[in-house]
């Protein structure tokens, strides 16, 4: 049986674990996760004969192989966000899945139930076209695709640890959601162009597609981002905030409604009222929230740099492991080491390594600034035991990595000759210049790779 290192000192705040309580039937993991996938079949059966009925069986078709092209990008790009710690895919399944289906479902039946009462009382169908566009839809829409982060948020809590995890489930939802969407846009529009006989880029259906998919593929991901970080920050807040982390959610779904509603309404400010808010609003949004993105990933590699070092004093971990772990370069080379030395089993063993060490340093920031949770212990323990099981094939790959991926070490070269060469020390290895160069190997007492 394995001999455990001693635990590190564990930060002031909650701790302990939980008490074993029995679960009513309607609690197992089994009964919910039937109920969900039941929930999401029927909602993706109905809301598919909603839209071939507006649309035909060729608008369809055409809707469809149009609106999955941006699909593809936009996962891609929240899974790069996502790289840090990564969630797992039944997460983002799930979220795409309820977008698409039961989000889709939920607008579509109430944004045209509340346009047809609307239009009855005013007797005015224009205004409430309008109306609808820019004040139902935005609530609905933006409602329908935050009761996916909400589900997240609460039934699968330790995958949601912060801002990059909202933004990640609130924008796959969302992309969900646009998807269903564009092939309605796009299958109308193609049968509008088959009643008049337009064709090519001067058609409804190039026209929209030019709108949706070109100009502004990011614009449903970009609204319910706001959802999302409202629920990261809410995330972070500690378990005794309990207004917090009610206010914050809700001030992001607020936003995220009032974005979509100025986006809508755009077309009422004139001839060049889209065009205008395009420039000015929807492009600098979305460049300030790359940013803030990607300043908080680069927080959270941080975050691994400063904690895991706690866990290399006390023996769990190499003396360069937190240094590896915190630069996705390293991380990398980390798993293609692994690859290429002991297959992809071992690739895939490094690369749950590296997850469950990031969850360890963000456990342990949240301890520290006394926002654990009452199992931190226990949560902490779990993780623990999972690195140690996977110790001898990540460790070998992560000090590779470390090596590698080290920036050059600034020597002050001495007034007097030196052996092994004018400018390097000796017990160093030849840089890429004078003055430079790698240690030869780490030591318990000196670990260069921290930064």
């Known amino acids: 049986m394995a001999t455990f290192p001693p635990y590190p ?56 192989g149009l609106a999955v092209l941006p699909v593809p990008l936009l996962v891609a790009a929240f899974r790069w966000l996502d790289r840090v710690e990564p ?3 039944r997460n983002l399944l799930f979220s795409f899945a309820w977008g698409a289906c039961a989000a889709a479902l939920i607008a579509i039946v109430a944004n045209s139930f509340a346009t047809r009462w609307i239009a009855t009382a005013t007797a005015d169908p224009s205004s409430a076209d309008t109306l609808g566009a820019t004040v139902i839809a935005p609530v609905v829409e933006e409602s329908a695709k935050a009761a996916a982060v909400l589900l997240v948020f609460l039934f699968r809590r330790r995958d949601f640890t912060g801002i990059v995890d909202g933004v990640v489930i609130a924008g796959v939802t969302a992309t969900g959601f646009a998807f269903t969407e564009n092939i309605l846009y796009l299958g109308t529009a193609f049968g509008t162009d088959q009643l008049t006989g337009d064709r090519g880029i001067a058609s409804v259906t190039a026209a929209t597609f030019f709108v949706r998919v070109i100009m502004s593929p990011f614009a449903h991901p970009l609204f319910t981002v706001m959802t999302g970080i409202g629920f990261g920050f809410a995330a972070l807040a500690g378990e005794r905030q309990h207004v917090r982390r009610v206010l914050l959610p ?27 808010v395009y420039g000015a609003f929807m492009l600098p949004a979305f460049g ?4 803030l993105v990607v300043w908080t990933r680069q927080r959270e ?19 360069a492991e937190p240094f590896a772990l915190g630069s996705m370069r390293a991380r990398r080379l980390a798993r293609e080491y692994a690859r290429r030395h002991s297959g992809r089993p071992a690739a895939r063993a490094v690369a749950q390594y590296e997850a469950y060490a990031t969850s360890l340093a963000f456990l342990r920031r949240r301890g520290n600034r006394g926002k654990a949770g009452a199992d931190f212990v226990v949560r902490e323990a779990e993780l623990l035991r999972e690195l140690w099981g996977r110790r001898d094939v990540a460790r070998p790959a992560l000090d590779h990595a470390a090596r590698v991926a080290a920036p050059p070490v600034p020597v002050v070269v001495p007034p007097w000759p030196v052996h092994g060469g004018y400018g390097y020390v000796q017990g160093y290895a030849n840089g890429p210049g004078p003055g430079y160069g790698y240690p030869a190997a780490p030591s318990p007492a000196y670990n260069p790779y921290r930064s």
Not at 35 to 57: D, H, K, N, P, W
Not at 250 to 266: D, E, I, P, Q, V
Not at 288 to 291: D, G, P, Y
């Open 9 to 64: 000192t564990h930060p002031d705040g909650p701790a302990g674990g939980g008490t074993l309580r029995h679960a009513h039937w309607w609690q197992r993991k089994s009964v919910r996760y039937g109920a969900l996938i039941t929930l999401l079949t029927l909602s993706g059966l109905v809301i598919l004969a909603l839209v071939r009925e507006q649309t035909g069986t060729e608008g369809f078709l055409v809707g469809l």
């Open 87 to 89: 969630g797992p895919w």
């Open 250 to 276: 809700l001030t992001g779904l607020l936003l995220a409604m009032a974005m979509h509603a100025f986006w809508n309404g755009s077309s009422t400010f004139g001839e060049y009222g889209f065009l205008a």
């Open 288 to 291: 300030l929230l790359t940013w």
């Open 301 to 319: 590699l941080r975050t691994v740099r400063e904690e895991l070092p706690a866990y290399a004093a006390a023996g769990w971990l190499a003396p």
